[in-house]
């Protein structure tokens, strides 16, 4: 999300602001893939539209009170991810963690099989572990921010979010490992 | 200061994210260079970034824009009906015992009343406000989509959503009240792709969103100045030139939002031409109809 951190325009920003609905449109163009994207990695794919949806609604609401303290992006990025944390927390669980594993684990020795599979393997093992720490792998990994930004983003000092990294990376890892992954 | 294997693992994301100081990043290097184990679980995680980057795209899609403006409104409608509730115990005191139940028929009709208004008002006001909107908003799809190479054809897609003349470019600069851009950039010959101007035209909006006396496109209302382009090889390209207060839009186009020469530029790639938007000082520039990244690099360096 960092390339589009200086180049969203405050013009449009302030627009959208007052409700114009073509401004409103281009910002959600320009970000709905990613906030998607995001949504989906914390509270899962069936929930991950209707909490998308609930987040650009509560975000046109909040946009008057934008002050440019930090970056566009990482307001957004903020409310986007608290809104998918209240959702889990009003569901009342900690999602996906408990899922048993599937039957149809990759044969390690199938190489075809393992390499067709890799990004249904890597979803699982998302899946496997905390949301906590898959936010926050999914903050680095996919939206490319810095510790500096996550860590404004989650509430956490940027050191604890490479500990966080560090835990991420490792039980990804293991998970992948027990799913048949041959690094 | 030599680190032992617990500490370097500590820092291992930080190392491969690059967010380590210089000196520390060095003293992870110089461990990793002599530990075989610490090593691999860099390995590992290298490996397990390169896997993850591979496989980052969801299947499915965002929600479709128009169930978040469809959310939008309902939003805005319950807004009006909770702030009618609030009316309804702003009006609950009153004056004496004998007068409370008169009193309360009254408000309660008042309420009635004002519950209805409430609910109709802000659905007037907000449909009032879309239009508004909607007419200072220029949708240039059907420009570009009629574009195809030909300046002349698109340029007819606005003259059907405005009134227009044509005029000289100098009479254009008079009118808007100052030089525009292609007046400058042809007496400079500086115009993308060696181009002269072929045609001028204004057009007229509407709608004008800048404060009472501050529109800086001429005494006759907001206008647009627009410019048909030609290139020496006879190929043709589109400059709209207005004040900032009309948006433009692409409709259902994709647009990036990209930072070029130090500006906010929406760029739109369609049949292989680029057109380009972009806020200056004194207005709002669109070109359709760019070739490839020299022409637009020439626009932005002549601004």
Redesign the interface.
């Known amino acids: 999300m960092s390339s589009k951190d200086e180049s969203i325009e405050d013009d449009l920003i302030s627009l959208a602001a007052v409700g114009d609905r073509d401004a409103r449109r281009q910002i959600y163009e320009a970000f709905a893939g990613r906030v998607y994207r995001t949504v989906q990695r914390i509270v899962g794919e069936s929930d991950a539209a209707d909490v998308t949806q609930d987040a650009f609604v509560h975000l046109f609401d909040k946009l008057p009170s934008f002050r440019h303290e930090s970056a566009f992006t990482t307001w957004l990025h903020r409310l986007v991810v608290n809104e998918a944390l209240q959702h889990l927390r009003k569901q009342g669980r900690r999602v996906m963690k408990t899922q048993p594993l599937p039957q149809q684990v990759v044969a390690a020795n199938d190489r075809t099989s393992i390499a067709s599979d890799l990004g249904e393997m890597l979803n699982l093992a998302m899946e496997r572990i905390e949301p906590e720490l898959r936010l926050i792998f999914q903050l680095k990994e996919v939206d490319k921010l810095s510790y500096a930004q996550i860590g404004e983003i989650v509430g956490i000092p940027e050191g604890t979010v490479g500990s966080r990294l560090n835990r991420a990376r490792r039980e990804l890892r293991d998970h992948l490992v027990t799913l048949g992954w041959e690094p | 200061m030599t680190m032992n294997c617990n500490t370097v693992?500590?820092?291992?994301?930080?190392y491969m994210?690059g967010?380590l100081t210089d000196e520390t990043a060095a003293q992870v290097q110089q461990h990793l260079a002599g530990c075989e184990s610490c090593s691999h679980e860099l390995?590992?995680?290298e490996?397990?970034?390169m896997?993850?980057?591979?496989?980052?795209?969801?299947s499915?899609?965002?929600?479709a824009?128009e169930?978040?403006?469809q959310?939008?409104n309902d939003?805005a409608l319950a807004a009006g009906i909770a702030s009618t509730d609030l009316w309804n115990r702003g009006l609950a005191p009153v004056r004496s015992r004998n007068w409370k139940t008169l009193t309360g028929a009254i408000v309660a009709l008042a309420a009635t009343i004002l519950l209805v208004a409430n609910v109709m008002i802000p659905k007037r006001e907000d449909q009032q406000?879309?239009n508004q909107?909607?007419m200072?908003?220029v949708n240039l799809q059907p420009v570009l989509e009629r574009f195809q190479g030909d300046a002349f054809s698109a340029i007819n897609a606005l003259k059907s959503q405005f009134t227009f003349q044509d005029i000289a470019l100098a009479d254009a600069d008079a009118d808007f009240g100052r030089p525009t851009y292609v007046s400058t950039a042809a007496q400079t010959h500086t115009l993308p792709g060696d181009a002269t101007v072929a045609s001028t035209k204004t057009f007229s909006f509407a709608f004008c969103k800048c404060p009472k006396g501050q529109c800086l496109c001429g005494p006759g209302g907001c206008q647009c100045v627009a410019c048909v382009c030609e290139r020496p090889d006879g190929s043709t390209y589109l400059v709209l030139e207005h004040c900032?207060s009309q948006?433009v839009?692409f409709g259902d186009l994709?647009?990036q939002?990209?930072?070029r020469g130090g500006r906010?530029?929406?760029q739109v790639t369609i049949d292989g031409t680029e057109t380009i938007s972009f806020?200056r000082t004194s207005g709002k520039i669109t070109v359709v109809g760019l070739r490839g990244e020299s022409e637009i690099e020439t626009l932005l360096a002549s601004m």
């Open positions: 693992r500590d820092q291992l994301s930080a994210d967010e390995a590992l995680f490996q397990l970034c896997l993850v980057h591979a496989h980052v795209e969801p499915t899609q965002p929600p824009w169930l978040i403006s959310k939008l939003s406000s879309m909107a909607s200072a908003a900032k948006t839009s994709p647009i939002l990209v930072k906010d530029v929406q806020d």
